[in-house]
């Protein structure tokens, strides 16, 4: 059996690659070439070297987005992780109604970006109309609005894939806790942290990439207002190629730089949390 799965596994692994090829791969070189020029359309592309970057890098409208989103992805980040990891805790205590309020927690997440991002729009302009003021009224409001959108469609999720990991601690090790004296901060600090940080690695990851990529709800909620103020790099990235006319090639050196840094972060969070884990 092994022989043959040897000899037929590269014809069943053939429609995967010519798949990531044709989907993935060929698009990214093109895609990268293509911020090196100035074009219309893929046929029409005049080479310019590196006079993309530097107009990119120079717009104050692409500057403002890359803070404006390195302040949200860093505070949702946090709060998402941190609210998910403790109803986690709470939900894989023995209480009555623990399976239905996972499923509550979860709802959001199965709804689509735009679709939520609209109805985060309702919810919170109803609230924030009684005080005279909507999203719109300041970059501060659009921002926790952002955050509350985020941590709303996230946090089941996330809470899952701790829960996940804190039920795969073997019970005897906190009834051994317990019976040599430890407390439930230190059963905490000391056995359970350590002891779900695959699933910290995977939560902070899945959280970071979504949270600095996000568009749909940006999109949905303040579509940049006001001022493009509250615009993230996905939706700068957006207008600039599609709203702009002759900046097709400055919005695609803006699409690689985002892909650049969002690999960096990618790469130093895995390698750290990776760390931690094998301490």
């Known amino acids: 059996m092994s022989k043959l799965l040897k000899r037929y596994y590269p014809l069943f692994l053939l429609p995967t690659l010519i798949a990531f090829f044709i989907a993935f791969f060929i698009p990214l070189i093109m895609g990268i070439y293509l911020s090196f020029t100035e074009f219309t359309t893929v046929t029409d592309a005049e080479f310019i070297g590196f006079q993309n970057y530097i107009l990119a890098f120079e717009n104050q409208d692409f500057l403002n987005a890359l803070w404006f989103t390195l302040r949200f992805t860093a ?3 946090i709060s998402v992780n941190l609210i998910a990891f403790f109803l986690a805790l ?3 205590k023995k209480l009555p109604g623990t399976n239905i309020f996972r499923t509550i927690f979860f709802m959001p997440n199965l709804i689509g970006g735009i679709v939520l991002g609209y109805i985060g729009l309702l919810i919170i302009n109803g609230i924030l109309l009684r005080f005279g003021v909507t999203l719109t009224y300041s970059p501060a409001y659009g921002f926790w609005g952002l955050i509350f959108l985020m941590n709303w469609q ?7 894939i701790y829960i996940a ?9 906190i009834e051994a806790a317990h019976i040599d004296g430890a407390n439930n901060l230190r059963i905490l600090r000391h056995i359970t942290i350590p002891l779900v940080m695959p699933s910290v690695t995977i939560c902070l990851f899945l959280t970071l990439t979504n ?5 749909d709800q940006n999109l949905a909620l303040t579509n940049g207002a006001p001022a493009k103020q509250t615009q993230m790099l996905a939706l700068d990235i957006y207008n600039t190629f599609y709203g702009t006319i002759g900046a097709e090639g400055i919005g695609q050196a803006k699409a690689v730089i985002f892909a650049i840094i969002l690999l ?16």
């Open 165 to 173: 990991g804190i039920q795969n601690i073997p019970p005897e090790l």
């Open 90 to 92: 709470a939900l894989t």
């Open 154 to 160: 996230m946090i089941g999720y996330m809470m899952v």
């Open 264 to 279: 960096i972060i990618g790469c130093v969070q895995l390698y750290f949390t990776r760390r931690k884990e094998l301490d």
């Open 75 to 77: 505070v949702s980040v």
């Open 211 to 215: 949270s600095f990529k996000l568009f």
